[in-house]
């Protein structure tokens, strides 16, 4: 099968303006040391029978996972969906002038996505969890079941939290459309985040009907970029 023509395209993600004000001190979230320490003994406290650790990757883990990670296998998540929730960024891809939204699981739905294995290495399996943990919002993580081919394994979800000063809902497709086309950080636009999500989605065969539609109208508002203002 063909793949499909995205309207949301490189040349349009340029068009995003850069910021060139000032991050606010902040702007980032505060992560804490001691929380991630923790949180990864409790983990690895709580491992699977079989000793492997896996986290359920649904934006971009899977198409920028690090090196922590080794094998891949596609699977689907019920009791969740992905949505953009996760807000609101102002220093990443987003700034204190044009905040951004990024991905994360929400309540209820269904999910599908890649398990990722989390590898032992050299530094070993707390190290590289420590590192995966650092890298990523410091709420919580719920533990899912991945249903595989061939069965079921449980994995770590980095999951939002309605309850959680990022939890951002509520939002129509097109406000959240508003933000994504405007908001620009430290690591790029939020456009192109969005292009890199739904195009290696694409090549994975995960086709997600809402990212779909957010390039579409994503797409829509770059495009006017080119009219001339009214």
């Known amino acids: 099968m063909a793949a499909r023509q995205m309207r949301l395209t490189p040349e349009l993600v340029a ?12 702007a980032n979230a505060p992560r804490s040391d001691e929380l991630d320490q923790a949180a990864a003994d409790a983990i ?11 986290v359920f990757a649904f934006g971009s883990l899977i198409w920028k996972p690090g090196p922590e990670f080794g094998e891949r296998r596609p699977g689907r998540v019920r009791g ?6 996760l807000g609101w ?4 891809r987003g700034n204190p002038d044009s905040p951004g939204l990024m991905l994360s699981l929400d309540r209820g739905g ?19 969890l420590l590192a995966i943990l650092r890298r990523e919002p410091p709420f919580p993580t719920p533990w899912v079941t991945v249903k595989v081919e061939g069965g079921t394994l449980r994995a770590l979800a980095f999951a939002n939290d ?3 000063p990022f939890y951002v809902g509520g939002l129509s497709n097109e406000e959240i459309a508003d933000a994504i086309a405007k908001a620009t950080g430290k690591f790029g636009a939020m456009a192109e985040y969005l292009y890199n999500t739904v195009t290696h989605f694409e090549a994975a065969g995960i086709h997600d009907a809402h ?18 203002a009214v």
């Open 15 to 26: 068009k995003v303006p850069p910021y060139t004000g000032e991050y606010r001190p902040e």
């Open 44 to 54: 690895l406290g709580n491992l699977p029978d079989d000793g492997r650790l896996w």
């Open 80 to 85: 969740w969906h992905r949505a953009f929730c």
């Open 89 to 92: 960024d102002r220093a990443f």
């Open 110 to 128: 269904q999910c599908e996505g890649l398990a990722l294995e989390v590898m032992e290495g050299e530094q070993g399996l707390r190290a590289n």
């Open 162 to 164: 309605r309850k959680s």
């Open 211 to 228: 990212l779909w539609e957010m390039q579409e109208l994503v797409a829509e508002r770059l495009e006017r970029l080119d009219s001339p």
